[in-house]
T-cell receptor, first 111, second 116 residues
Framework: DAKTTQPNSMESNEEEPVHLPCNHSTISGTDYIHWYRQLPSQGPEYVIH???SNVNNRMASLAIAEDRKSSTLILHRATLRDAAVYYC????????????FGAGTTVTVRA | DAGVTQSPTHLIKTRGQHVTLRCSPISGHKSVSWYQQVLGQGPQFIFQYYEKEERGRGNFPDRFSARQFPNYSSELNVNALLLGDSALYLC???????????????FGDGTRLSIL
């Protein structure tokens, strides 16, 4: 299975943007890039996903490199509620029911 | 609209016992997946069911089993509990059998299982 690489942790100040990088150099042409986050004592929460083009929704933006070997999740204005573990996951067409979670990036937001 | 609901929220069992965990998917979702999350790690895939049939199974022993009912709710059963089964068990639902990778999953807040 194609793997993703994320930094272990990142810190941000409240109301500043947060850019979370993810490397996926072995991505295949049909893999979607998904992001989930997990707040303390809760289940993972879907954030955003994309294939080739950049994507925006009410929670975040996803910027995908032209060669698709990396992507960046952008939280435009971090709030204390955005403190969570963020997971970058490749969803494969053959078995997209199976999400392979890594260790993720722990995001800390300073007031 | 209600999200994915799981019951119970917490459970304490002893070694050797069995346990049944329950999950109700989001209305209209026909696919249910189960994950195990040990403290400090990311969730690990256990099972996926779609239209009452098992579509996928992770690397878990036969002590773990599941089923899906006509209303798309699901049960996860674990027999002969071991101390290592202590974990957060998560249920996720999605619309259907996508097969494209273009389908997000929506998680419940899990059942915290503690084995004494």
């Amino acid at each position: 299975d194609a793997k993703t690489t994320q930094p272990n942790s990142m810190e941000s100040n409240e109301e500043e943007p947060v850019h979370l990088p993810c490397n996926h150099s072995t991505i295949s042409g049909t893999d979607y890039i998904h992001w989930y986050r997990q707040l303390p004592s809760q289940g993972p929460e879907y954030v955003i996903h994309g294939l080739t083009s950049n994507v925006n929704n009410r929670m975040a933006s996803l910027a995908i490199a032209e060669d698709r070997k990396s992507s960046t999740l952008i939280l435009h204005r971090a709030t204390l509620r955005d403190a969570a573990v963020y997971y970058c996951i490749l969803s494969k067409a053959r078995n997209d029911y199976k999400l392979s979670f890594g260790a993720g990036t722990t995001v800390t937001v300073r007031a | 609209d209600a999200g994915v609901t799981q019951s119970p929220t917490h459970l304490i069992k002893t070694r050797g016992q069995h346990v049944t965990l329950r999950c109700s998917p989001i209305s209209g979702h026909k696919s249910v997946s189960w994950y195990q999350q040990v403290l400090g790690q990311g969730p690990q895939f256990i099972f996926q069911y779609y239209e009452k049939e098992e579509r996928g199974r992770g690397n878990f022993p036969d002590r773990f089993s599941a089923r899906q009912f006509p209303n798309y709710s699901s049960e996860l059963n674990v027999n002969a509990l071991l101390l290592g089964d202590s974990a957060l068990y998560l249920c996720a639902s999605s619309l259907g059998a996508s097969g494209t990778g273009n389908q997000p999953q929506h998680f419940g807040d899990g059942t915290r299982l503690s084995i004494l």
